[in-house]
């Protein structure tokens, strides 16, 4: 398959990584009420293609593992997030990984770098049990306290937006918003949005994206 063609399958299952060189952290939040370091993190893309989801989250395992941190890809546990799964059912899963800690990852937004015209890409969103996607947690103001920015599992069920490729991928800019949950209090660690412009291949994008995410973990002393 060309490397024009796996883009393509990318952007369009909603994948939400496509980062390259000019993969930004555009927003970055931590608790200041969490204090250590996470030990072992359970991985989860909610995309809607599963190969590619394998991809990114054998990527993200990949990077952390090697910065010392237990990580858990969550493909690997039979979790599947192209379709809901009830709390419970994950929970277990997280457990018997003895896992202190969730990462989630997502596409949140597109913007246009410059004029494309009419062929800028647009979305379809599937409403999960929580109704609307509603807004970022990551845009909270920065004193709410934990407790109300919701929780891992209300964010991994508000439910699923799928990106539809412009006919040409120049100029355009995907907002990719990663989230890190404490699964004993299941308060909010630690979030950040990324700006990625779409370009290269798939596999090279994700171990961009996955750098500045741990990048920015290790600067917040996470890992």
């Given at each position: 398959?060309?490397?024009?063609?796996?883009?393509?399958?990318?952007?369009?299952?909603g994948?939400?990584?496509?980062?390259?060189?000019?993969?930004?952290?555009?927003e970055?939040?931590k608790?200041?009420?969490y204090?250590g370091?996470?030990?072992?993190?359970?991985?989860i893309?909610?995309?809607?293609?599963?190969?590619?989801?394998?991809?990114?989250?054998d990527?993200?395992?990949s990077?952390?593992?090697?910065?010392?941190?237990?990580?858990?890809?969550?493909?690997?546990?039979?979790?599947?997030?192209?379709?809901?799964?009830?709390?419970?059912?994950?929970?277990?899963?997280?457990?018997?990984?003895?896992?202190?800690?969730?990462?989630?990852?997502?596409?949140?937004?597109?913007?246009k770098k410059?004029?494309?015209?009419?062929?800028?890409g647009?979305?379809?969103?599937?409403?999960?049990?929580y109704?609307?996607?509603?807004?970022?947690?990551?845009?909270?103001?920065?004193?709410?306290p934990?407790?109300?920015?919701?929780?891992?599992?209300?964010?991994?069920?508000a439910?699923?937006?799928?990106?539809?490729a412009?006919?040409?991928?120049?100029?355009?800019?995907?907002?990719?918003?990663?989230v890190?949950?404490?699964?004993?209090?299941?308060?909010?660690?630690?979030?950040?949005?990324?700006?990625?412009?779409?370009?290269?291949?798939?596999?090279?994008?994700?171990?961009?994206?996955?750098?500045?995410?741990?990048?920015?973990l290790?600067?917040?002393?996470?890992?």
């Open positions: 398959m060309t490397i024009a063609k796996r883009l393509l399958t990318l952007v369009l299952s994948l939400l990584v496509a980062a390259c060189t000019g993969t930004k952290t555009s970055s939040w608790s200041q009420s204090e370091k996470i030990n072992k993190v359970y991985i893309g909610i995309a809607k293609s599963e190969p590619n989801r394998m991809l990114f989250e990527t993200f395992e990077r952390l593992t090697s910065a010392g941190v237990g990580a858990v890809a969550s493909y690997k546990d039979l979790l599947p997030t192209n379709q809901e799964v009830e709390r419970q059912d994950i929970i277990k899963r997280m457990r018997n990984n003895n896992c202190d800690s969730v990462l989630l990852t997502r596409l949140v937004g597109q913007k410059g004029s494309i015209g009419s062929r800028h647009s979305y379809t969103y599937t409403p999960g049990t109704g609307g996607y509603g807004p970022s947690v990551q845009r909270l103001p920065s004193d709410t934990a407790g109300q920015r919701g929780t891992w599992y209300k964010y991994y069920n439910g699923r937006m799928n990106y539809v412009p006919t040409s991928l120049d100029n355009v800019i995907l907002t990719v918003e990663s890190l949950y404490d699964l004993n209090t299941e308060e909010l660690i630690w979030s950040a949005q990324l700006e990625t412009h779409l370009e290269g291949n798939i596999e090279t994008m994700m171990r961009l994206f996955v750098e500045e995410v741990a990048k920015d290790k600067d917040k002393g996470l890992i």
